[in-house]
């Protein structure tokens, strides 16, 4: 499914999975497969954890140094995209009023994910939120853009980056050149902190959402 939307992936095509304990780390790469802990295997609920790190394999290497890690925010919606295409998950609701739960309480005013952008988080040691707020980043994308072209416009970042490794600016690049409303969205979640802002306004992360098609 991942081809399907992306196109081939770079490298070999078999993996190895390892199942280690419950409460360490999962990662992912084409050298060394899948390690996943092994609550991912003993409910099929938790199978996106497995997709979050299936996904990882169709990354280039970010030249970005230090990287701020957005790839974790968009293996972050990933997950929930596999999980609602292979295995009927609908909550979508559910999942997007928990996110913004997350972003309102530990981006308040005085927190550093308040005023630092994504773009900067690498350089300021703030990546553990690249998954929280790339996650939100790249829902907006895909409701705004429709999955036929944030798919198109992804796969051409990928494919064209995979062997040479790439850019947060041509991923923008990627995105600006399939649908020119991109732009707003990474100016909101990638290049400053408009999204807090407005949370903190009042508005709901749907709306917020919503609005980037209009």
């Known amino acids: 499914k991942y081809a399907e939307w992306f196109g081939p992936v770079g490298g070999k095509s078999n993996v190895t999975v390892i ?12 050298a060394g497969g899948i390690i996943q802990t092994a609550d991912a295997f003993r409910d099929k609920a938790q199978l996106y954890q497995v997709y979050h790190e299936l996904s990882h ?3 280039v290497n970010e030249t970005d140094k230090p990287s701020p ?11 929930w995209r596999m999980s609602a295409q292979l295995d009927g998950w609908s909550a979508w609701d559910a999942r997007i009023e928990r996110l913004e739960s997350s972003l309102n309480r530990n981006c308040q005013t005085d927190a550093p994910c308040a005023r630092i952008p994504l773009a ?46 790439g850019t947060s600016a041509e991923l923008l690049g990627a995105f600006h050149d399939v649908d020119q409303r991109s732009d707003r969205i990474f100016a909101d979640w990638f290049s400053t902190t ?21």
């Open 57 to 59: 394999f169709w990354n």
């Open 194 to 214: 408009k999204w807090r802002s407005r949370l903190a306004a009042g508005e709901k992360l749907r709306d917020i959402v919503n609005g980037y098609a209009r």
């Open 69 to 79: 890690r957005w790839n974790e925010g968009l293996a972050s919606f990933l997950q």
């Open 19 to 30: 199942e280690i304990p419950e409460g360490w780390g999962s990662q992912a790469s084409l």
């Open 120 to 165: 900067d988080y690498g350089r300021a040691e703030l990546t553990d939120y690249s998954y929280s707020v790339g996650m939100a980043m790249f829902y907006a994308l895909f409701k705004t853009l429709g999955p036929e072209s944030f798919d198109k416009a992804y796969r051409t970042y990928y494919q064209q980056h995979r062997v040479t490794g």
